[in-house]
């Protein structure tokens, strides 16, 4: 399957500060990739659809101005939260769609996010 | 009703034994259907996927697929204890490659 890495693994900020998430597919061109939170014991939730070039598609109830999605290469995909409060708090999670013929989603190890 | 649904478990075996995951859809989920396994504090990793109605083997995993019944399964034959975690189905959903995902299934393989 397809490699993908996510930095930072962890990070604790105080509330009204942002934080960027980084999302890379290490050995393909990822021309599509999602973005999902899962607060504990739950089940994985869609935020948003990020093409490479285009502007992300965002779930309904996702405020994107809170939450910034660029794609801008082939191999990177970021994510903002601005102005974090302590309800943001939750376990980010990227995942790539993939190369060509592959219709499976590839994740990758997360980053947790901790708003003081 | 919810796109896919998952028995919520959670689900207990001895060591050894067959585990029995299952999972249905709606009518909004395209017919590709996955596995995924996660572990306490991990992300999903894929472990089995399906297209075809009938059944998929591989190593200790069989995902089984019917159609007609919008029903999906795995099965995890001789479970070890290192199989414990929270396994998640998740199905196709539209052309623009995105998964809907079950709540998950938390399987507690016993010593």
């Known amino acids: 399957g397809a490699v993908v890495s996510q930095h930072p693994s962890w990070v604790i900020c105080k509330s009204g500060t942002s934080v960027k998430i980084e999302c890379r597919s290490l050995?393909?061109?990822?021309?599509?990739m999602f973005w999902y939170r899962q607060f504990p014991k739950q089940s994985l939730m869609l935020m948003a659809t990020?093409?490479?070039?285009?502007?992300?598609?965002?779930e309904q109830g996702v405020e994107k101005d809170k939450f910034l999605i660029n794609h801008a290469s082939l191999t990177l995909s970021t994510l903002t939260v601005t102005s974090a409060h302590p309800e943001d708090s939750s376990f980010y999670i990227c995942?790539?769609?993939?190369?060509?013929?592959?219709?499976?989603?590839?994740f990758g190890p997360g980053t947790r996010l901790t708003v003081l | 009703q919810k796109e896919v649904e998952q028995n919520s478990g959670p689900l207990s075996v001895p060591e050894g034994a067959i585990a029995s995951l299952n999972c249905t859809y709606s009518?909004?989920?395209?017919?590709?259907f996955f596995w995924y396994r996660q572990y306490s504090g991990k992300s999903p990793e894929l472990i089995m996927s399906?297209?075809?109605?009938g059944d998929k083997e591989d190593g200790r995993f069989t995902a089984q697929l019917n159609k007609a019944s919008q029903y999906v399964s795995l099965l995890i034959r001789d479970s070890q204890p290192s199989d414990s975690a929270t396994y998640l189905c998740?199905?196709?959903?539209?052309?623009?490659?995105?998964?809907?995902f079950g709540s998950g299934t938390q399987l507690t393989v016993l010593p």
């Open positions: 050995d393909f061109q990822a021309t599509t």
């Open positions: 990020s093409n490479e070039g285009s502007k992300a598609t965002y």
């Open positions: 998740a199905g196709g959903l539209g052309s623009a490659r995105q998964l809907t």
């Open positions: 009518d909004r989920v395209s017919q590709s």
């Open positions: 995942a790539s769609g993939g190369p060509p013929g592959y219709n499976e989603q590839f």
């Open positions: 399906i297209y075809s109605n």
